[in-house]
């Protein structure tokens, strides 16, 4: 069974999951026989489809909660001795959800997605990219950690020379006024972090930075595909891959506590040309050679 949640505004997100959750856990504890997957993620159908596809072909029915992202901590909270395993959390040990990643302990574990090291890294590429901008805006989601990576952030910025924005959003009515400071106080770029309020805002996202013609690059490749600059991110189907790996192993018996998270190894910076040209940008040769994907 493959459960998946899709458009939600943020106050009722959270309560939305809980319930899922919930229904979820029911199900899966139904008598032994046929063994079931709930697959629980916060974001839109768009940006997960592919994935859980890729999921879906290396399993059929086991009795394991499989989720990603922010629905993670709810899926946490709804039980305790149902094995979890999450496909992609962006920081599963500061955020608590595991111990360690070498010992995660409890009933779950998963992929990391190593946030705070990647936002410096697209920050990097950003910059390495277009190297006369000074001054980049960086569009958060309040009430996920985005705060702390945003402080972490502003190291690498640093180093840089450039100055970091803050344009923090708590709810969809906020995106305007968020990128009306961007305007105003002259952002010559942007970063944004991956979080279901902003893919469900990506054509307001990706028409302000054609409007202004401001270079920007994404966490996730479905920003890139939809008309975006550039974006650095792990490969989503290596890691929903590996995912179905675990839930193979406790379906062998392995224990959640016992399997370390791992992290991500493949990465892809994936450029898109065409919207470079439609708001005359030029990508550097070099930056180019980076490149895993160059969308023409």
């Known amino acids: 069974m493959i459960c998946a949640m899709k458009k939600a505004a943020a106050p009722l997100v959270l309560i939305a999951v809980i319930l899922l959750v919930v229904a979820v856990i029911a199900e899966a504890q139904q008598p032994a026989g046929i063994p ?70 409890g009933n779950i574990t998963g992929l990391s997605l190593m946030l705070p090291d990647l936002d410096g890294k697209r920050l990097e590429l950003l910059k390495e990219s277009f190297p006369k901008v000074a001054r980049v805006a960086r569009l958060w989601v309040s009430g996920t950690r985005g705060n702390l990576f945003f402080t972490e952030m502003e190291a690498t910025a640093k180093a840089l020379g450039v100055k970091l924005q803050s344009l923090e959003v708590r709810g969809l009515d906020d995106f305007d006024s968020a990128f009306a400071r961007a305007k105003r106080d002259g952002a010559q770029a942007l970063i944004t972090n991956d979080h279901p309020l902003v893919n469900i805002r990506q054509r307001q996202v990706l028409d302000f930075t054609a409007k202004n013609r401001l270079p920007a690059i994404y966490p996730t490749s479905e920003f890139v595909e939809a008309g975006g600059l550039m974006s650095y991110a792990p490969n989503y189907t290596e890691l929903y891959r590996r995912a179905a790996d675990f839930v193979d192993r406790i379906l062998k018996g392995a224990k959640p506590a016992d399997l370390p998270v791992e992290q991500p190894t493949k990465f892809e910076f994936i450029v898109n040309l065409k919207a470079a040209k439609q708001i005359g940008l030029t990508i550097p040769q070099k930056v180019l050679a980076r490149a895993d994907k160059v969308i023409k």
Do not use: M, N
């Open 36 to 105: 079931r997957i709930g697959f629980l993620f916060l974001s839109t159908a768009s940006v997960q489809s592919a994935r859980v596809e890729v999921f879906r072909q290396r399993l059929r029915e086991v009795d394991v909660i499989v989720t990603t992202g922010l629905a993670v901590s709810a899926a946490k909270t709804a039980s305790s001795t149902i094995p979890i395993v999450f496909a992609a959390a962006g920081d599963p040990v500061g955020s608590g959800l595991v111990a360690s990643l070498a010992r995660p302990g």
